[in-house]
């Protein structure tokens, strides 16, 4: 369908669980599916979710609402090229380099807004975020070439993955939690969502450092709105 041709498997990007909703897993994600705790949470902030339904390989969460502070849009034909150009953007950020020379400490997961090319030699686009934590969510400073978002209550669909999240393999991922949807009243909801031609594409998240080489847990999101009919219709 046209949609999942929304999804192509061109040059890419790169939530706390809530332990009473799901069983955690110490040992990373797997090849793809839900349901591993990323150990980084254990140590520092996430953004809080329930879950609302839990599919075959993929799960819907509902995120409260929260903050953002992100990059301007950046064009590369690298997911990894991209990550390492905002990284020193939002590490200067979080070090005081912001509005209030203010140090902020550092949450997890980073996410990679994609706006994939039309082919696979044109840049796409990647717009990289951090969640603010929680005590500077109200007065969270801006920066120079950053740009505060704010998320209301937000639904996602989310598939997991481990290892490093690599340019050849990110789309893939996506185009698998597309296809673990299709055909239920979540991909209604997300294809009507993504109709807007600046919408973007999927999210990757991130929830380790690139020095760490074990428990690694990467996640693709399909961020959408629901409406009370999807979520009826959904509940039974």
Not at 230 to 236: E, I, K, S
Request: proline share 4%.
């Amino acid at each position: 369908m046209a949609a999942f041709h929304l999804f192509k498997l061109s040059i890419l990007l790169v939530s706390l669980f809530s332990a009473s909703t799901l069983t955690a897993n110490k040992g990373g994600a797997g090849a793809g599916g839900v349901g591993v705790f990323p150990p980084t949470c254990d140590r520092i902030e996430c953004p809080t979710y329930d879950v609302i339904h839990a599919g075959t390989d993929f799960e819907i969460r509902r995120y409260n609402s929260s903050m953002w502070i992100s990059t301007q849009p950046i064009d590369d034909i690298s997911l990894v090229d991209a990550g390492k150009i905002a990284f020193f953007q939002l590490f200067d950020y979080i070090q005081g380099k912001n509005d209030n020379n203010e140090k902020i400490e550092m949450t997890a997961p980073v996410i990679s807004e994609v706006k994939p090319s039309d082919g696979p030699f044109c840049a796409s686009s990647f717009v990289v975020s951090f969640f603010v934590p929680t005590k500077n969510q109200a007065t969270a400073p801006s920066a120079k070439g950053l740009n505060l978002q704010k998320w209301g209550l937000t639904y996602v669909a989310v598939r997991q993955f481990s290892g490093f999240a690599m340019d050849d393999d990110v789309g893939q991922q996506a185009a698998a939690l597309y296809s673990s949807i299709e055909g239920t009243v979540w991909s209604e909801a997300i294809d009507k969502s993504h109709s807007a031609k600046d919408s973007a594409e999927y999210i990757v998240a991130q929830y380790n450092s690139p020095f760490e080489f074990k428990n690694r847990v990467n996640e693709i999101w399909l961020t959408f709105d629901m409406e009370a009919t999807f979520l009826a219709a959904a509940a039974v």
